[in-house]
């Protein structure tokens, strides 16, 4: 028979509004506390001590608008945040500090989160929804430069880009863009060329989140349908599908790999969290805690796989915090 799912191993409230965005760091050295930064609807993100559960510090710098996204960058002490009041800030968090040091002014004014690579010591891309409805922009960081404008061809009517994801299959190899768009297609662009190396129809409803195991070139997407989409890429760089996955119920607004790419997990609107194991996405376990939709999901990054924990944010104003599968 199979084991109950198990509950919540601590849950963070506090927030005073609904979580859309999660990142852990918590690979530092000691004595440094693990981490977990959150982002909310009211425009705050909470920077959360997960020895002490308590929050170190709260940031405000989008203006009281949604925060969607926040990511460190080589370490604590940079973070970068994106906010419906379209800008994308550069925290300066080292020594106490709280400073936003640069911004971006995105003009975008979907939903869509902005995907952060490092490519070199200190240099970054990043790919953000431009002010042109069906466009992705490629910046470079911390500099701002332009690197390219990624434009679907004339007629291709894709829409709006809704979930991006850069990656590279090694250090110092061109970079690439997988972006989810709201016609419910998967397109591959070379970053490099600005050109696109691939497009895949994997929904019938717009793309809500998507994430790539570069190792396996396999990757999966969800929307607000009953269906998880598995897609490859193979040599020739053309995307496949690969197979789909049935759910009970529809929609899903989050999905992550784990980095050892043993487990995913999936953010659904029937307020549960579902874990999957990757090779052959069986169904693992349903986590059910939450009782509004969960919006995002994050496994944090510690170096020993006993302390890995996974966060949920919700619509519920709280953050589930997992230790599932920990020793996979």
Request: aromatic residues 8%.
């Amino acid at each position: 028979m199979a084991l109950p799912p198990p509950d919540p191993q601590f849950v963070l409230r506090g927030t005073s509004a609904a979580v859309h965005t999660l990142h852990f760091s918590c690979g530092g050295p000691e004595p440094d506390a693990p981490l977990l930064f959150s982002g909310s609807e009211n425009g705050f993100i909470h920077v959360w001590n997960l020895k002490t559960h308590r929050v170190d510090t709260a940031l405000d710098g989008h203006g009281r608008k949604s925060v969607c996204f926040v990511e460190t960058m080589g370490g604590k002490d940079w973070l970068l945040s994106q906010g419906r009041d379209q800008r994308i800030c550069l925290w300066d968090l080292a020594e106490g500090r709280t400073s936003v040091t640069d911004s971006v002014f995105t003009e975008h004014v979907g939903f869509c989160r902005c995907s952060l690579l490092q490519v070199a010591q200190g240099r970054w891309l990043m790919a953000m929804a431009a002010r042109s409805l069906e466009e992705v922009q490629i910046l470079e960081l911390p500099s701002k430069t332009s690197v390219c404008t990624l434009k679907p061809e004339v007629g291709a009517k894709l829409g709006m880009p809704m979930c991006l994801k850069l990656w590279q299959l090694s250090c110092g190899s061109q970079p690439v863009l997988l972006a989810g768009y709201e016609d419910g297609s998967v397109v591959l662009w070379n970053v490099s060329t600005g050109k696109a190396l691939s497009q895949l129809t994997c929904h019938q409803e717009p793309v809500m989140s998507l994430d790539f195991d570069s190792e396996k070139a396999k990757g999966i997407s969800g929307s607000s349908e009953k269906v998880l989409s598995i897609w490859s890429l193979n040599e020739q760089q053309n995307l496949q599908v690969y197979k789909t996955h049935e759910l009970v119920n529809a929609g899903i607004s989050d999905i992550t790999i784990r980095p050892d790419k043993k487990i995913l997990a999936t953010a659904g609107w029937d307020h549960r969290i579902r874990i999957f194991g990757w090779k052959k996405l069986k169904p693992l376990a349903v986590l059910d805690y939450h009782t509004a939709t969960v919006h995002c999901v994050s496994f944090s990054d510690h170096s020993s796989p006993r302390d890995r924990l996974l966060a949920a944010g919700s619509k519920d104003q709280r953050i589930s915090v997992w230790s599932i599968y920990a020793q996979t």
